[in-house]
Nanobody, 122 residues
Framework: EVQLVESGGGLAQAGGSLRLSCAAS???????IGWFRQAPGKEREGVAC????????YYLNSVKGRFTISTDNAWNTVYLQMNSLKPEDTAVYYC????????????????WGQGTQVTVSS
């Protein structure tokens, strides 16, 4: 059974930083894992992902150069380091993953965490 548990959200000022963590279990062999976000009244969007097979990464254009996705050595935890935060980054951030047939960024949304709120004040 795949389980994804996020932590690390909270309140930050514009220009500040936060690091999200996703504790992942039940993922083996080839899979893609990453982060989505959804702001009130807006559609969910893929923010960043990484593929376990080839280490390919993807970033939403609006976060390139500010956000970095990484994992620990055992791939038990996936991180999203968010720097130079902007008010428009305010959203609920979800960790997500996919196994069979997964790819980054085309498909990494079979499994979901519960979400963590990120609020950036101006």
């Amino acid at each position: 059974e795949v389980q994804l548990v996020e932590s690390g959200g909270g309140l930050a000022q514009a220009g500040g930083s936060l690091r999200l963590s996703c504790a992942a279990s039940g993922l083996t062999f080839d899979y893609a894992i990453g982060w989505f976000r959804q702001a009130p009244g807006k559609e969910r969007e893929g923010v960043a992902c990484i593929s376990s097979s080839d280490l390919d990464t993807y970033y939403l254009n609006s976060v390139k150069g500010r956000f970095t996705i990484s994992t620990d050595n055992a791939w038990n935890t996936v991180y999203l380091q968010m720097n130079s935060l902007k008010p428009e980054d305010t959203a609920v951030y979800y960790c997500a993953a996919a196994k069979y047939g997964s790819s980054c960024p085309e498909r990494y949304d079979d499994y979901w965490g519960q979400g963590t709120q990120v609020t950036v004040s101006s």
